[in-house]
């Protein structure tokens, strides 16, 4: 499926070649939206020649159009800032309009305008637009305004967290990603690098890494704000989750300005009953936060205007050190600028054009609490990240039926990943002791150009939109993203024999050279460059068959260079029936994700003429004479390199026959490609009360081809049938299928147990990137939404579901290793890691008197499952994900479950007025405010007996493994 059959290869593509050339282009961007419809008189019949007019209230740009023969009208690439004024005029009738009318970007609203004879009233029906139910598009989702989101309490005004107020996306990696303070979340079963992200009708994305959005924006920048979980239209692409269409905020005719002061004071942190501060790695006064937002816009002139807004973060982040060589508080600094500047041109009622500059720098001096327990601060690393981001659009209505979107942009990020340690020197690890100096370093920039160029086409019935879209990515740099070989080494002592203090092993007593266990060290190059396209066309139409049915449907093809598919087309069908106010909706779509570029660097650093870290121990050659004489200068000389551990590309085999014959590993994959999802729906959508609209959606998935790391050298079988049983490393290494044709070849023997010397292969673990992975979800997703009316809106979403999968997506945890490399079908698949069968999601706001406003967000949900391992090789291949037998046999995957999640977050503010146009708004916010320990790390080490091992099952330490406790902030914003 993923690379298609060569017949539709052969007559889909030139197709669409050639139907994008003769277009020039592809749809209406996301960050734009239209208005259609007719004009009739009162009998119904069509209202030709009437002149319809769209006023903005935010710039008071006019759109006009002109109804064809059949009364029709078009006004497409709107700016969905501000409210419209809709009216259409003819002579011979009396007028007739709407106001207020609120658009959604990337969607189009449909109106109805009937004409009537002069001192009769007119009608007029909306469908599409904000806050009116969708009767025309299958796509399932939530969308923000900037009222909604100036209203929802988000830990650091992150805008990636708004995505968790519905509940069909669930968070990822605990608190965000491993170092850029960012939310990632999982949708329909698919990995959290699988989130797509479009920023004003340009990619958000970094194709590098696919961590987050490329570069971040300040959340006072965001005028709209989409979360589409299924049923996308063909112009969407690079992904199997959720699709983020974030619209950035334009200045008006008139000025505005306002100023933030965010203080999240630490005293105010609670302690989680029932966990020390040890477990949730936070004592008094370590989560301090200083954060300071600005805007200001206006006009340059009647046809320009300007935005321009910023943020500063300082937040100072404690964690507890338990080492006796420095207990205390070591206090991480975390530090985030955002600038962001927009420009917008009317050139005339059909042509504007804009300028976006974006910025986002900033450094954690201790990510995700890397310095704490026995890590002492010299073993930290310093992350930074400098992202900058030019973007230009234009906008141009070619007549009445053709509209065309140029956009154009330019992604820098020096660097996307920066590893320095705080102090560079080799590493001192005594187990359970301390862990001193940091040996490891990384520095990867990432270059990405962009183009796309839309077209719209509106022909009777047929809404029919061509595209095409183009990103070069230009990446790479030194080591990986968290670090590659150890380059100034790593000394290992033997841990601290029984009756000596844990205090003396931490000693420069203890800390000499007669009691090193072993000393580590990389060599090798380290520095590597990928250069990815990713390209794409496609075709949709929006098909009116009558007043009540809609047909959605497209093909698209893309493909991304790094990869070797060359066949991803993915069709796209969707459907929407209004029976009378109640719209049935549903869609059937292929989604193709893609693969970060950064494999690259593992193909690269770990193949075979990459980094190798080489192990002395005492007595060995390397071993240091002396400890102040470390690292070493070079690789020793005489040393023999045991065998070494390797991961290659799939489909290299040209490259692989010069250190081995890749044939002779029967599970080498002869191609890299994209991993793809099935995707259906089917649900209702009804207004329920005025201003009240309630969704129910059943939502499946079939996830195909997803990538897992494998060795594809690995022993045989070890199938255990009681606990305890283990395979020697050296007797599973004879099974190898590269060790029996390599000792064959030379007509030797493999011995378990070889002597000094005795000959062995250079490599024992060949891992490469395997898509075998599989998945399927089915949820139950219901959503009632109340917008903005009457000082009240709600949103309270739900859903019931179940992932399963044979290798979670993006996850880098050992213990998602398979228990046996040669069996990860069936025997593997189980909960996926991510799987929450209920989640409840509630948000809202109530204005009442006195200009008081509170509100919040509460979250219900299920817990996590994890994975029961032994926490020894049993199998004898090297990785410690064995699963322990009980009962006679092996337990499945992710067959413990954690405890369930409880949040409320809640916020009261209130406005008061100092002048004529100068207000100031004082809140007050509190997260987590029952103060629930919500776990997501839990020790799933069984042991290698029948009983658990101490400790299983109970919380893990550190804010990688427990979310925040209650924690209060205090906010001021004056504006005018």
Known sequence: MANGSPRLRRLALPLLLAAALALAALAQTPDTAAIRGVVTDPSGAAVPAAVVAAVNSQTGARYTAITGAHGQFQLADLPVAGRYSLRASHPGFAPAGVHQLRLTAGQTARVTLTLSLAGTSSEVTVTGAVGVVNAREPQLGITLGRRQLAATPLPNRRLTSVALLNSANRQALNQGDEFQNQTMFTTNGAGRRQTSFEVDGSTGNDSWGRQSIFTNVPLDAIQQLTVLTNAFSAQYGGTMGAAVNVVTRSGGDHWHGSLLETWRPGATEGALPGLTKLFNGRSAATDVLYQTAWSLSGPLTRSTQFYLAGELSYQDRGSLITSPAAPGVFTGQYRDGMEYFRLDHQFSDTHRAFLRLDADRFYDTNPNNAVGGFALPSSDRIYQRRTYTVQGGDDLSLGADFVNALRLQFQLASPITSFTPAAYSTQYVVPNVLTAGASQS????????????????????????????????????????????????????????????????????????????????GFGNANYTVNSTLWALFAQDHYQLGRNLTLDYGLRYEQQTFSDSRGDFAPRLGFAYDFHGTVLRGGYGLFYGQLPDNLAGNYAIDGPQGTFNYTAFPGGIGFPTSLSALPLPAFPAGAVLPPRSIYVR?????????????????????????????????????????????????????????????????????????????????????????????YRQRGLACLASPPAGYPQPPYSIISTSINDGYGFYDGLEANLEHRFAGGFSLLASYTWSHTLDNVDPDVKSPDQMPNLNTQTGAAEYGNAGFDQPQRLVVSGTWTGPWALQAGGVETLASGLPYNIVTGANNSGDGQTADRPVIHGAVIGRNTARGTPFYQTDLFVQRAMMLAERLRLNLRLESFNLFNHANVVGFNGVWGNGATPAPGFGQPLSGITNVLPPREIQFLARLSF
């Open 650 to 742: 799939p489909g290299d085999s040209a490259y692989l026959d010069q250190f081995f014959p890749a044939s002779v590993l029967p599970l080498y994959p002869t191609a890299l490609v994209n991993p793809y999802a099935e995707q259906w729906t089917l649900g209702i959508q009804r207004a329920v009360a005025p201003g009240w609209m309630l969704s129910l959606d059943y939502v499946g998935s079939h996830s195909v081809h997803v990538n897992r790391r494998l060795d594809i050298n690995p022993p045989a079988s070890f199938v255990r049938t009681a606990p305890g049983q283990v395979l020697s490393p050296g007797a599973a290494n004879c099974t190898r299928p590269y060790w029996v044709w390599w």
């Open 442 to 521: 990384a520095y990867l920039l990432n270059h990405q150009y962009e183009v796309t160029d839309t077209l719209s086409v509106v022909h009777g019935p047929h809404e029919i939109n061509f595209g095409a879209d183009a990103i070069l990515s230009a990446a790479g740099g030194d080591s990986l993203e968290s670090g590659g070989p150890i380059t100034a080494g790593q000394v290992t002592f033997n841990p601290c024999p029984a009756g000596l203090t844990l205090a003396y092993c931490a000693s420069p007593a203890y800390l000499t050279l007669a009691n090193v266990q072993s000393y580590t060290q």
